[in-house]
């Protein structure tokens, strides 16, 4: 039997960004989980910089440490590796400098590109200049990119025009089994009593920020109790909730009506969903659209915004709104809110969307497209 190819994982989100559960952390945490319980063609080795201890969440795991992102190439080339994965172009795990010097020629790159948010939204994201050099300067030496949804990879191409044979689009999964329909009534009862829920309420479910728009959602909230004494309350998972959120909830007496529960446990996440009646998500953007499709795969209705990658990753199972209409999201969570037999039929179409996404699949076609990018050396 030859020598199995050596294959480098970027895990440097799990640093940056898996403590505050964005997405790309989590999204490369259960990646990598799937990496390490799958029975692979080749051997992976991790790399992160700095000296976090990361054995916490990845144990009995051979984690390399580096100091500098410019010592990442020669260390590569010391471990005979084949192809390394670059995970984020936010904080990168490389030098784009490196690239430019052509210190990776020895090897195949890949990056996952998440999204095209610092292109589109400038104002609202810090070190936008930065982030895009990331980006843009190694788009010459990257053997591929791969995409996490058909939407990121045609605004890739508008944006840059490289060849759409250079970008491959690769889902990410969902852990069904942690997000699914299948809890006892008994574990949700428990779950409502230790966050003080009501039986029926409206969830949403990310970063409270600009992009996903929460404000919005607090205003069609607010619509639908002037005009219907709507009797759901709002809940919230993440946070912190930024300074218009809380403004606008104490000047419209709303204190007692909307919950921020905040970053909650990881397993607590699926049993929110279970619990909940109405998933709302008026985000501006996404590049894949992680809580809406862990919604469905719990059978829970869902009311999406119509931009970015959601409709791609979503299907026909949601309702689809305007996310910047208060009146138009309104409308839709009575509607369905008066609807029970539209709920279910949502919710079943949901199920079996939720089906069409894996971290099998996931690695399973990652798994072909480095061995085809080695081959091919």
Known sequence: MGKKPTIAIDIRPLNTQLKTKRGIGQSTYRLVKKFLTTSLPFEPFFYTLGQEHLENILPNTKINYVQKA????????KDCLDLIHFNDYFFPLYSPNDFINNKYSFLKTVITAYDVIPFYYENKIP???RIKENLFSILDHI????????????ELIKLTGLNEK????????????????????????????HYKLDTDFILQVGAMEWRKNQ????????????????PLDLVFVGGPPQEDHMKFIIDNNLKNRVKILGLIPDNHL???????????YPSLYEGFGNPPLEAIACG??????????????????????NPTDEINLANAIFDLFSNP??????????????????????????TELYLKLIQDN
Do not use: M
């Open 70 to 77: 410019t010592d990442i190439p020669k260390l590569l080339k």
């Open 127 to 129: 070190n936008t200049t």
């Open 143 to 154: 053997d591929k990119i791969r995409a996490n949804s058909k939407d990121t990879k045609r």
């Open 166 to 193: 250079k970008i491959e689009v690769i889902y990410h999964g969902i852990e069904h089994c942690y997000f699914n329909a299948n809890y006892p009534t008994s574990v949700i009862d428990k779950i409502k009593l």
């Open 215 to 230: 404000i919005t959602l607090l205003k069609a909230y607010k619509l639908l109790i002037n005009e219907h004494n709507f």
């Open 270 to 280: 699926p049993l929110i969903y279970n619990a909940a009646t109405i998933f709302a």
């Open 300 to 321: 829970l209705p869902v009311i999406s915004s119509n931009q970015g990658s959601l409709p791609e990753i979503l299907g026909d199972c949601p309702i689809y709104i």
């Open 341 to 366: 037999l539209k709920r279910k039929f949502l919710s079943e179409k949901g199920l079996n969307q939720a089906k069409k996404f894996s971290w099998e699949i996931t690695v399973q076609k990652l």
